[in-house]
């Protein structure tokens, strides 16, 4: 089993910046791949980025060059920076990790941002 818990969101406004980090625990040994997805009301929950265990990382287009993704494996915690945030961008974010043999799913409990015009 992997705990994650998240931290960091907010209010900002547009153009500002937030940075989101999520601490896992229990079975960190297990963990391959950590990332943040985002559901925003009315939509499907989408990736938004992913960071393997290599350090190699995966952005959705609408957030590159914009959000970064970062490790930090002996704190067991990922990062995600964002910055020059737009209202589109408002969601709930969660944590996830992949773990194990049969890369089961681990999900937080979610972090509001809420970016205003």
């Known amino acids: 089993q992997v705990q994650l818990v998240e931290s960091g969101g907010g209010l900002v406004q547009a153009g500002g910046s937030l940075r989101l980090s999520c601490t896992a625990s229990?079975?960190?040994?297990?963990?391959?791949?950590m990332g943040w997805y985002r559901q925003a009301p009315g939509k499907q929950r989408e990736l938004v980025a992913m960071?393997?265990?290599?350090?190699?990382?995966n952005y959705a287009d609408s957030v590159k060059g914009r959000f970064t993704i970062s490790r930090d494996n002996t704190k067991n915690t990922v990062y995600l920076q964002m910055n020059s945030l737009k209202p589109e961008d408002t969601a709930v974010y969660y944590c996830?990790?992949?773990?194990?043999?049969?890369?089961?799913?681990?999900w937080g409990q979610g972090t509001q941002v809420t970016v205003s015009s």
């Open positions: 229990g079975s960190i040994f297990s963990i391959k791949d």
């Open positions: 960071v393997t265990s290599g350090g190699s990382t």
């Open positions: 996830n990790a992949h773990s194990g043999r049969y890369y089961i799913a681990y």
